[in-house]
């Protein structure tokens, strides 16, 4: 199994950037599809990106797509979200976790060993 560690959120202005890391020490994230996704209060965990277990392929919401990155970093075993031009509805925990399915998937149900979310904060 895969047990994700988030790290990198916090309170940032409007416009302004955070790279957010998940790593898992100890684990690797080698064969695995690696996505992020965000949880505001009162709504449902929506899809942000998906990097496929080569890193040869990236996936976004259309509400992040120009503005979030997703990498990997197979040596240091991480799987970063550089999120640039935040906006205040930006505004969520973010959790990392892993799917063993085909590459693609943006439902949470397709993804296993969530981490504990880190929160990330755009003031406006």
């Known amino acids: 199994q895969v047990q994700a560690v988030e790290s990198g959120g916090g309170l940032v202005q409007a416009g302004g950037s955070l790279r957010l890391s998940c790593a898992a020490p100890g684990r690797t994230f080698n064969g695995y599809n690696m996505g992020w996704f965000r949880q505001a209060p009162g709504k449902e965990r929506e899809f942000v990106a998906a990097?496929?277990?080569?890193?040869?392929?990236?996936l976004y919401a259309d509400s992040v797509t120009g503005r979030f990155t997703i990498s990997r970093d197979d040596a240091k075993n991480t799987v970063y979200l550089q999120m640039s031009n935040l906006k205040p509805e930006d505004t969520a925990v973010y959790y990392c976790a892993a799917s063993g399915e085909e590459f693609g998937k943006r439902s949470p149900a397709s993804y296993v060993n969530w981490g504990q979310g880190t929160q990330v904060t755009v003031s406006s």
């Open positions: 990097i496929s277990w080569s890193g040869g392929v990236s």
